[in-house]
């Protein structure tokens, strides 16, 4: 099979096993009642938490579904980790917020995170690391829809 054959293959093994590891090392830190799209988003909320973010910016930011973000973020308000909070130019509108307990599990999430990641970099010099972050972003805007 020729190298470029397989990327997408590799990749989706790299995915499957970068999750995992999450998962792991997430339970071992007590808080296996987080997904990992779950602790991205709060992540996401929290580095946003001084602007408006609304379920369109979720979905536009983790390229996913509206029905999908509506699901999760269903579960993710009912397990208490986030709050709709109306905004004053348009009732329809509800903003994302971070709870208090949202705020904790962040705390736990990101020590989780920086450990995987250091896993994952193990072995690779910063030169490594920027070229194969460069390539992974220039397959990102490969794959973007177009137009």
Known sequence: MCQ????????RVISNLL????????????????????????????????EDVFQKDIETQFSIARSTVTNILQLMEKKGYIQRVEVPIDARLKKLVLTSEGLRI???TMR???EVEQ????????KDVDYLSALL?????????AG
Not at 26 to 37: C, E, L, Q, W, Y
Not at 119 to 126: E, F, P, R
Not at 137 to 144: D, T, V
């Open 137 to 145: 972003k220039k397959l990102e805007c490969n794959l973007q829809p």
């Open 119 to 126: 896993d994952l970099i193990a072995g690779l010099s910063k």
């Open 19 to 50: 999750r995992r590891r999450m998962e792991t090392n997430m339970r071992r830190k007590g808080i296996d009642k987080v997904t990992v799209m779950h602790g991205w988003i709060i992540g996401y909320l929290y580095e946003h938490r001084e």
């Open 4 to 11: 470029t054959c397989s990327l997408g293959h590799e990749m």
């Open 106 to 108: 962040h705390q736990l």
């Open 112 to 114: 989780s995170i920086d």
